[in-house]
């Protein structure tokens, strides 16, 4: 990629570990000069005078360099364990067959932790969890393959799966973003329409990265935006967000996120004219949930018939610019961006607030907080996550007791052995449970209730 791939933003940082030689890591440890430095792209005349930046950058590239090497093992090794599961979940339920990854009856990782797959049977509509209880689940399924989304919407929801989108990114040249639509009721009687994007998948080292990626644009009337989710979202080279996609005759056509989406929900709420729209994710899928309607927005869509967005342990995706403008065109004239984080998830904290300043990167929407014991706290203030990280001295002794409050809970409640495991790994790992979107479902589906806007 040249320069001129980021010709939309007045100011951007953007990490390049594939260009990343041990001379240009050296440089960032001790020149300023990151504008002439191979593995960053930015305006050449930047420079950062301040050592922890740069030796957070210095760090954020290390960590992708490696985390890159490993990219084939670990998909390897995750293939073979989820073939391993589903073929014993064959054997077991009497199915004496070859699994099939395209299957509606073959899960993923996520899958196996937890099985539910039923909506909460009492959470109706009016219930103050009902939107957040169904986007969750929602925001759960998004992980399992077309087939098995399909035959769940379906067959067990009763409702109107629209269609499953795998989406194209530019700059990465791969398909890194996937979401299904599908809406309560048949057109044109449906109340809500939801878009529910997949987060970021148990062994995809790909995505791990983009999680890991402090880059940035800043976008013209939008603000600083995270660079990953950017270009997972359908962002252009040279162009970014342009209103229309203008595709090259002859060219195979790709699907591009935010564009598909965007046709696909305008035309539902044209057919259904009661519909409410709800959009969510959970993780990386949570980022990419805000970014829809903020880009939305930026086109001058109207957001009257946005019921809400619901995102779960959804990482930071921009800063305080980007606050504003989500908060003037999203968030009013009522609250419908609602953030929820568990107990010590890491993915919330990233990227690290030293890798940038900390007007680059925030978190806003309300912040609906979940302890290991499932109690609900408000944060409405900017940012809404305050706690410690779990890679602070405080925060790595916090971890650990949080772990063994998870470990003792699910003896206590007899989860399945996948999951204890993991809850087991934990106490090395702090934070490797947390992210999980099971304990989401968990926590929505025991909560008492769900604070609105006018409560607030």
């Known amino acids: 990629m040249s320069k001129l791939d980021y010709c939309f933003s007045n100011d951007y940082m953007v990490l390049r570990p594939d260009r990343a030689g041990p001379l240009d890591l050296l440089h960032l440890l001790v020149s300023p000069k990151v504008g002439r430095n191979r593995a960053v792209d930015c305006f050449t005349s930047t420079e950062i005078r301040s050592f922890p930046r740069r030796l957070h950058i210095f760090l954020s590239l290390l960590l992708q360099i490696?985390?890159?090497?490993?990219?084939?093992?670990?998909?390897?090794?995750?293939?073979a364990l989820e073939f391993a599961l589903n073929l014993i979940d064959n054997v077991l339920h009497g199915r004496m067959e070859y699994p099939d990854r395209s299957s509606a009856t073959?899960?993923?990782?996520t899958g196996f932790i937890d099985q539910r797959v039923d909506l909460h049977s009492g959470i109706a509509p009016g219930d103050s969890r009902y939107h957040?209880?169904?986007?969750?689940?929602?925001?759960?399924?998004?992980?399992?393959?077309?087939?098995?989304?399909?035959?769940?919407?379906?067959?067990?929801?009763?409702?109107?799966?629209?269609k499953f989108y795998d989406c194209w990114n530019e700059f990465e040249g791969a398909y890194t973003a996937q979401a299904f639509v599908f809406c309560d009721r048949a057109a044109p009687?449906?109340?809500?329409?939801?878009?529910?994007?997949?987060?970021?998948?148990?062994?995809d080292v790909s995505r791990w990265r983009a999680d890991l990626d402090p880059s940035w644009y800043k976008v013209p009337r939008l603000g600083r935006v995270r660079a990953p989710y950017a270009h997972?979202?359908?962002?252009?080279?040279?162009?970014?967000?342009?209103?229309?996609?203008?595709?090259?005759?002859?060219?195979?056509?790709?699907?591009?996120?935010?564009?598909?989406?965007?046709?696909?929900?305008k035309e539902l709420l044209e057919a259904n004219p009661k519909a409410k729209l709800l959009v969510t994710g959970h993780g990386s899928g949570g980022a990419l949930a805000v970014l829809f309607p903020a880009v939305m927005a930026y086109h001058k869509e109207k957001a009257d018939r946005l019921a809400g967005?619901?995102?779960?342990g959804q990482p930071r995706v921009g800063d305080a610019m980007l606050a504003m403008f989500v908060e003037r065109n999203v968030?009013?004239?009522?609250?419908?961006?609602?953030?929820f984080t568990y107990a010590g998830d890491p993915l919330p904290r990233l990227p690290a607030s030293a890798s940038s300043p900390a007007a680059h990167f925030l978190h806003f929407g309300l912040c609906l907080h979940f302890d290991v014991s499932y109690n609900l706290k408000v944060f409405t203030e900017i940012p809404g996550d305050t706690r410690s990280s779990p890679w602070t001295a405080e925060g790595f002794v916090a971890s650990r007791v949080e772990s063994a409050r998870e470990l003792a809970r699910s003896v206590y409640c007899r989860e399945g052995w996948l999951l204890l495991l993991m809850r087991v790994l934990a106490l090395a790992l702090p934070g490797l449970p947390f992210h999980r979107v099971h304990d989401y479902v968990s926590a929505v589906a025991l909560a008492k209730h769900i604070p609105k806007d006018e409560e607030q």
Not at 132 to 146: G, I, P, Q, R
Request: glycine fraction near 6%; proline fraction near 5%.
């Open 66 to 79: 490696l985390l890159a090497s490993l990219a084939g093992p670990v998909a390897a090794i995750g293939a």
């Open 106 to 109: 073959y899960r993923s990782l």
């Open 132 to 162: 957040a209880a169904f986007c969750v689940m929602a925001s759960k399924l998004a992980y399992e393959n077309e087939a098995f989304i399909r035959d769940v919407v379906t067959r067990r929801w009763r409702m109107d799966f629209v």
């Open 189 to 203: 009687d449906a109340e809500l329409v939801v878009v529910a994007f997949r987060g970021t998948p148990a062994f």
């Open 232 to 265: 997972a979202l359908g962002a252009q080279r040279n162009m970014g967000w342009p209103k229309w996609i203008e595709h090259i005759k002859g060219k195979p056509q790709k699907v591009y996120a935010y564009y598909a989406l965007r046709d696909a929900v």
């Open 309 to 312: 967005v619901y995102t779960f």
């Open 331 to 339: 968030d009013r004239p009522k609250k419908r961006h609602f953030r």
